[in-house]
């Protein structure tokens, strides 16, 4: 979640959000047709998909999806996360941006929404109410309030007006956009990626359910001496706002100046986390952005914000995971391979060529990582081996078969992981969490 104080009202009802992306698409194709007209003057050769990959284009297209909100604003984030080595460099910078920024709703629109939610005296209840939030991402944004009866500091947050009303129809708009425009190369799997952020948005839309993971996971590690998860107010919860505890800590990322010791104990604990969540909890927080874990440094304490995007592991997955590290374990590359085709991880109908570089990668990273001397995250040669096969991979004329939406999302947090090690630049021994869950 973003930390800008830059407000915008969200726009809400189809038409609104149609024509602000239908405004934005008719720009760009201005801006297409334009440079066209130039070249063709010039004598220069026409490539239109070069024009529309522009960085001017590119920054009017994240600007209205984090106008929007949203499904809109989602799928932007899903593109950066999926298609991101498929772009320019310069484009992929701008469509990240998708990560870690939103507009905040204006002051008239949150006391709006609240009242819908509290009623109109609902001001009375709180001693402090900021109005200007501590967060803002692509569902909602969070306010820190205190409480008059009982004193106490609660994160609010609250659902962008509109959002669940909105998801299908963007989500059918930007796949019109992205495919009338053909951004994307054929290797995406467009259709499959729009219908995994449409299901992502509902669930992320229903803040019962996530409420109710919050308090799993509040459960779960209400006595842990070193992870904490934010105490749930079911009282001033409702189907639009989620209250809990308000916690202080920096965002994830921000660790990376503190000592080296420190930050192998944070990515350490994070990792344990991840094995929790698969094999102990059944479920998992997939969501990779940095500011979903905050550290108090003075408490040396990890705590667990945002669980919106929570899945269910069931014990097909858990035993196919647990057979990956049991093959893992023991060097059994066939077996290794099986469960990756199993899964859909690697597409059985990719060339022959790219499934054995893709295996070989798979096979030597696995043995770093399982290695007694520990994985070197910041020298490992991991992201240029993958950007050599995403080369290959963009050159294919059929979409690239994708997992189930959970494995995809699975993924997801374990890249999350992988990127924030890079970041704090650690070298662990991770050999322990395989063999431990490795089955017998």
């Known amino acids: 979640m973003n930390n800008k104080n830059n407000s915008y009202p969200i726009p809400t009802g189809r038409v609104k959000r149609f024509f602000g992306l239908s405004k934005t698409t008719l720009n760009i194709a ?8 130039k070249n063709y003057i010039t004598q220069n050769n026409v490539d239109f998909k070069e024009l529309l990959l522009t960085k001017e284009n590119f920054t009017k297209f994240v600007t209205q999806l984090s106008i929007m909100r949203g499904a809109a604003l989602k799928v932007g984030q899903l593109l950066s996360l999926e298609t991101g080595e498929f772009l320019p460099k310069e484009i992929n910078e701008i469509l990240s941006a998708c990560r870690n920024q939103a507009y905040s709703m204006p002051k008239t629109q949150v006391i709006e ?9 609902f001001e009375k209840k709180f001693s402090i109410f900021q109005f200007v939030p501590v967060a803002a991402a692509s569902i909602g944004q969070v ?12 994160a609010v947050k609250i659902q962008y007006p509109g959002v669940k009303e909105s998801i299908e129809d963007d989500i059918d708009n930007l796949g019109l956009i992205l495919k009338s ?6 290797s995406i799997d467009i259709e499959n990626l729009l219908a995994i952020a449409s299901r992502q948005l509902h669930r992320e839309a229903c803040y019962k359910t996530e409420l ?19 105490k749930p107010n079911f009282k001033y919860s409702t189907d639009n706002i989620i209250c809990m505890e308000f916690k202080n800590g920096v965002t994830i990322e921000k660790v990376a100046s503190r000592p080296q010791k420190e930050k192998e104990f944070i990515f350490y604990n994070l990792v344990k986390l991840l094995f929790s969540e698969i094999f102990e909890l059944n ?6 952005n940095y500011a979903n874990f905050l550290y108090n440094v003075d ?6 914000l945002d669980f919106g995007s929570c899945v269910d592991i069931n014990e097909k997955y858990k035993e196919n995971f647990s057979e990956l590290l049991k093959s893992i374990v023991n060097k059994d590359h066939d077996q290794s391979k099986n469960i990756l085709y199993k899964l859909n991880i690697i597409d059985q109908n990719l060339p022959l060529n790219i499934k054995s570089k893709i295996l ?10 399982n290695s007694e001397f520990g994985f070197d995250f910041k020298n490992t040669n991991v992201i240029d081996r993958m950007n050599e096969l995403s080369e290959e991979i963009i050159k294919l004329e059929k979409p690239v078969s994708l997992p189930d939406s959970e494995i995809l999302m699975i993924q997801r947090k374990i890249s999350g992981l992988f990127f924030l090690a890079r970041t704090l630049e650690v070298k662990l021994k991770l050999s322990e969490f395989f063999i431990k869950y490795s089955k017998n």
């Open 181 to 186: 425009t053909k951004l994307l190369p054929a």
């Open 360 to 369: 070989d990668h798979f096979f030597e990273i696995s043995e770093e990582l």
């Open 299 to 304: 408490k040396k304490k990890i705590i667990l």
């Open 30 to 37: 201005g801006n297409v047709a334009l440079a066209a007209s």
């Open 113 to 121: 929404a609240l009242k819908n939610e509290w009623g109109e005296n």
């Open 143 to 154: 306010h820190k309030v205190k409480l008059k009866e009982t004193n106490e500091t609660l």
């Open 212 to 230: 109710k993971y919050l308090d799993k996971f509040y459960n779960y590690f209400k006595n842990d001496e070193i992870l904490e998860v934010p």
């Open 283 to 288: 479920c998992m927080q997939t969501d990779p």
